[in-house]
């Protein structure tokens, strides 16, 4: 039987089980989970918060996700705070902090347009977006871009990391197709940035994030109109063979529900 003939809570139960017991998560990381959100609760909320991460998740916009449930951002300008937005002291760069996210367009991605999947914001910001090409001359970009960004904090050299000047050859811009990213902060100073399990960036700051800087809410989707599933954060760094594995494990779920 295929996979997605099965009952949605029988899936859902394997799907957890699979998740504990064949190496999703690798062994010891899945108690450094401090949020999980696969958007199959009635209002949005987290299956797994034990910190009380506080939510601003608008339940009328849950719709379809990479599974069953899932967010759909809509009429937010790109920038404009999000369509999800998690505020704790909690949520800090400060030390170890691993994010992933599953995302996906809703339409075809056009040369001009620009979205936002997530943004760590405090006395100044963390980005990872993708714009540029036709009517946008941001950067000089002829092509739409994809960049990470670390800007106006105090004593941090910016970055401007244009990591693809290509994306839209890179990576499949079409709508409804799931990507995951996943972004690792260690000791306050080096990111990592995976797509789809391969590092595609990594940075060190000039300086270590300090409790000063606030950076303290988390946001994604702004921009075009996109799909969010599958919010994972881990107070701990996943190195490139956990998010490799991570990301293959999803991804065959996946297919198997085709």
């Not at 994010?99 to 006395?123: C, M, R, T, Y």
């Not at 106006?152 to 994306?167: A, E, K, M, T, V």
Request: proline residues 3%.
């Amino acid at each position: 039987m295929r996979m997605k003939k099965l009952p949605k809570l029988l899936f859902l139960l394997a799907f957890r089980i699979s998740c504990s017991y064949a190496g999703i998560l690798p062994d010891g990381l899945e108690g450094l989970v401090i949020y999980y959100n696969d958007f199959e609760q009635e209002n949005g909320k987290a299956n797994l918060n034990p910190l009380d991460i506080q939510e601003n998740i608008n339940p009328k916009s849950i719709s379809d996700g990479l599974f069953g449930r899932g967010f759909l951002s809509e009429g937010i300008p790109m920038f404009g705070g999000g369509g999800i937005s998690l505020h704790s002291p909690h949520l800090s760069p400060l030390k170890s902090l691993t994010i992933s996210v599953w995302w996906a367009l809703k339409e075809d991605h056009k040369p001009g347009q620009g979205f936002v999947i997530f943004s760590f914001n405090g006395k100044g910001f963390i980005s990872n977006f993708v714009r540029g090409g036709d009517g946008d001359t941001w950067c000089g970009l002829s092509k739409p871009a994809a960049v990470f960004q670390v800007y106006y904090f105090s004593g941090i050299q910016n970055i401007n990391g244009i990591y693809d000047f290509d994306i839209m050859k890179t990576l499949n811009l079409k709508g409804g197709i799931w990507h995951n990213l996943i972004a690792t902060f260690s000791c306050g100073r080096e990111i990592k940035l995976y797509q789809d399990g391969k590092i595609v960036g990594k940075w060190v700051l000039t300086r270590s994030f300090r409790k000063e800087d606030e950076i303290n809410t988390l946001s994604f989707a702004s921009g075009e109109e996109m799909y969010i599933d599958e919010i994972l954060i881990l107070k701990g760094v996943m190195n490139e063979e956990e998010v490799l594995r991570y990301y293959n494990a999803i991804k065959g779920l996946k297919e198997m529900m085709l």
